[in-house]
């Protein structure tokens, strides 16, 4: 059974900077692109970004494109977003899950194995 952790996430000004991880286990996440998610309160769930499967490419949402950075270590198995000068409007549950597809997708419906998230509040 796949199971995905995140971690890293808490309360940080606006300006600030978190590194979140997803590690995996049960499965090893080389074999797959992986995505970032975000849902804030009373919202949809909204595509942060993705990384293919050796981390050469990495694409994002237009409101994160140059502030937030995808990598990955399949070494140890984990994924990582690092998030800098974050603004007010970045508070949410941040979630990773595994993306189905061959060629990377924005769609929520096609990824599985949803970590738990993990929240990220930023204060102005």
């Known amino acids: 059974q796949v199971q995905l952790v995140e971690s890293g996430g808490g309360l940080v000004q606006a300006g600030g900077s978190l590194r979140l991880s997803c590690a995996a286990s049960?499965?090893?996440?080389?074999?797959?692109?992986m995505g970032w998610f975000r849902q804030a309160p009373g919202k949809k769930r909204e595509f942060v970004g993705g990384?293919?499967?050796?981390?050469?490419?990495?694409y994002y949402e237009d409101s994160v494109k140059g502030r937030f950075t995808i990598s990955r270590d399949n070494a140890k198995n984990t994924v990582y977003l690092q998030m800098n000068s974050l603004k007010v409007e970045d508070t949410a549950v941040y979630s990773c899950?595994?993306?189905?597809?061959?060629?990377?997708?924005?769609?929520?419906?096609?990824?599985?194995?949803w970590g738990q998230g993990t929240q990220v509040t930023v204060s102005s």
């Open positions: 899950a595994i993306d189905r597809t061959r060629d990377g997708s924005n769609r929520d419906y096609d990824y599985e194995y």
């Open positions: 049960g499965r090893a996440l080389s074999m797959y692109r």
């Open positions: 990384i293919d499967l050796t981390g050469s490419a990495a």
